[in-house]
Each structure stands twice: as C-alpha cells, then as structure tokens.
C-alpha cells in the first residue's frame, strides 16, 4: 500500500531533549516536506526537500533541521525542544519534484513541556 | 472564506445543497493552487489542483474557480454529502519561481453537513 508513515504519533517530552521524528514514503517521490499545524494557523511549512541531499526553508524553519540522506525518509529533528513547538506535525511527499498534489502522512501530535 | 486568527471560517448546509468554499490568497506570483480536505485526527487529503492559465477546472462532485484578478479561489462541492464534513484548505504555490518547493496554506475553513 502506498503511504507516508511517521513515527512516533504522539510524543511527550521536555525542554531541551533532542528528538526526531522519523517520515518515510514506499512511492519512490523525489518531493518531501514538513508541516506543523496550530489552531487558527493552518498547517505552516518547516522543510522541504527537492530530492536526495537537496533540503529548503519553508516559512518557520526556526528550532527544526531536517536530513535527506536516502529518497524514501526525511526525518524532522528538534535539537531543543521548547514548548512553542508543542503541535501536530506532518510529514507529506510528492512524485512531482516539487509541492504539486503531496500525499500527506497521519501526523504527529508532539507536546513539550 | 479564509481570515486572520484563532477562529475558522464556518459553513453549515443541508445534505444534498451545494457548498462554496472561498480562498482569498496573498501572492500574485502563485501559478498553482490546490484544495485540500482534512477530516478530524487525519492528515490533510488533495481534491482538486489547478494552474494559474486555467479559470475553472471540475472533478467529481468538486469545481474549483480561479479569479487572478481578485486573487480569489473557490471550491464548489454539488450534492454535499455528510462524508463531506471537514475542514478544507486552499493552498498556493510559485510553482515557476525560485520558491517552487514551497507551499502555502490557508487557515482552513469548516464544513459541516447537516442530514
């Protein structure tokens, strides 16, 4: 089955401990992005990725570094967390190289304390 | 339609009535817009694509409008459908730019079919 999986789906940690939150995609897209989405903010893009070792700033890059080592996973990695990035993230991929139709993962709901 | 702040744009219809979703976006050089549909505790689910050389594009059930001079999108659904109750966002890209990866989202408007 065609997907997007992250993991984990929900998380709970504290200020200031590194974690990453792993996407990975089994449709061979080129195109990767991270969103986050806050009430009445709508989703706002982190990172995207053009392809293997090519990775942008989207609007709120701040606090967040991204990898794309290998086409199938781009891990999203919170050095120190704070808990202004308590939100749902999404993790999404397209086969265009680029943000055309992406298909977009089940979300993380992250919470730092 | 879409708006500033912590409070969604709403719309209520009836089972079978019609629904019109607005987007107002904020880049002129947008040359590619979508609408996606996100049911609650899912990821957000594409609808409809259109590019910025086209006015009106349809798919099943679904009618986006495009309006450059107003920069103004719109997304018609026909015979809404409880199945249909979700939030939608409209989203623009510059797919021709230098920012071509970058995707913009609306803050989503609320739709809530009545049976």
């Known amino acids: 089955e065609a997907q997007v999986t992250q993991n984990p789906r929900y998380l709970i940690t504290v200020t200031g401990k590194k974690l990453t939150v792993t996407c990975s995609q089994n449709m061979n897209h080129e195109y990767m992005s991270w969103y986050r989405q806050d009430p009445g903010l709508g989703l706002r893009q982190i990172y995207y990725s053009m392809n293997v070792e090519v990775t942008d700033k989207g609007d709120v890059p701040e606090g967040y570094k991204v990898s794309r080592k290998e086409k199938r996973n781009f891990p999203l990695i919170l050095e120190s967390p704070s808990p202004n990035q308590t939100s749902l993230y999404f993790c999404?991929?397209?086969?265009?190289?680029?943000?055309?139709?992406?298909?977009f993962g089940p979300g993380t709901r992250l919470l730092v304390l | 339609g879409e708006s500033v702040g912590l409070h969604l744009p709403t719309l209520s219809v009836q089972e079978g009535d019609n629904s019109i979703i607005n987007c107002a976006y904020s880049?002129?050089?947008?040359?590619?817009f979508i609408w996606y549909k996100q049911e609650s505790g899912k990821g957000p689910q594409f609808i409809i694509d259109?590019?910025?050389?086209?006015d009106k594009r349809q798919g099943q059930r679904v009618t986006v409008l495009l309006n450059k001079t107003v920069k103004h999108l719109s997304l018609q659904i026909a015979a809404t459908q409880p199945g249909d109750s979700a939030v939608y966002f409209c989203a623009e890209n510059d797919a021709g730019g230098t920012s071509y990866g970058k995707l913009t989202f609306g803050q989503g408007t609320i739709l809530t079919v009545h049976p």
């Open positions: 999404a991929s397209s086969l265009a190289g680029s943000a055309e139709t992406q298909y």
């Open positions: 880049n002129s050089a947008s040359d590619y």
């Open positions: 259109i590019r910025s050389n086209m």
